[in-house]
């Protein structure tokens, strides 16, 4: 790990987030419990046992999924490095040769990309998982990609010891 300037790994944190899937858990959990093991009729217009269990399976999956995502940034000399697993299994490689502009800077991640995640929007790509600050990459040909950052004052420090960006 010589050499690395800045390192982070984020995750989901919204706490919104997290009560949201905890309760649509929770509340099928009930139903399965409730249809399965009771013989009770779960809702008042209930689904049958085998398309609860598939909601809910799927419903569980999606919220593996969300405790699996992660982005991590790396910053060498060489260039950037992000990952936005499990999307990518490994780490894309953006060298400051192909870099026009590199900097740090705040946003708004509903506004300008439609949330938080892998994102596609009118500002560019965005790479986010929370907060509103970024690191933003203007490439040769005027492409944008934002790759959030949870430290975006030691991301600026590191920003100021790359060689290839001292002008």
Not at 14 to 24: D, E, F, G, R, T
Not at 95 to 120: D, M, T
Not at 128 to 144: A, E, H, M, T
Request: with cysteine; aromatic share 18%; hydrophobic share 45%.
């Amino acid at each position: 790990m010589d050499g690395i300037l800045f390192n982070e790994q984020q995750r989901f944190k919204q706490w919104w987030l997290w009560l949201i899937l905890l309760a649509i858990n929770a509340t099928l959990l009930f139903g399965l419990y409730k249809q399965l093991f009771t013989q009770e009729q779960f809702g008042a217009n209930p689904m049958d046992d085998s398309t609860l269990l598939i909601v809910s399976a799927f419903t569980f999956a999606i919220s593996i999924l969300f405790f699996c995502f992660r982005l991590d940034t790396r910053i060498d000399e060489e260039g950037v490095y992000v990952r936005f697993f499990p999307f990518h299994l490994s780490f894309k490689h953006y060298s400051w040769a192909n870099i026009s502009n590199a900097a740090v800077r705040q946003y708004n991640p509903i506004r300008e990309y439609g949330g938080w995640g892998l994102r596609f929007g009118l500002f560019g790509k965005a790479y986010n998982v929370s907060g509103d600050y970024g690191l933003q990459l203007i490439f040769p040909d005027r492409q944008k990609l934002l790759i959030g950052t949870g430290k975006p004052e030691k991301l600026k420090k590191a920003l100021e010891n790359i060689s290839p960006l001292k002008r």
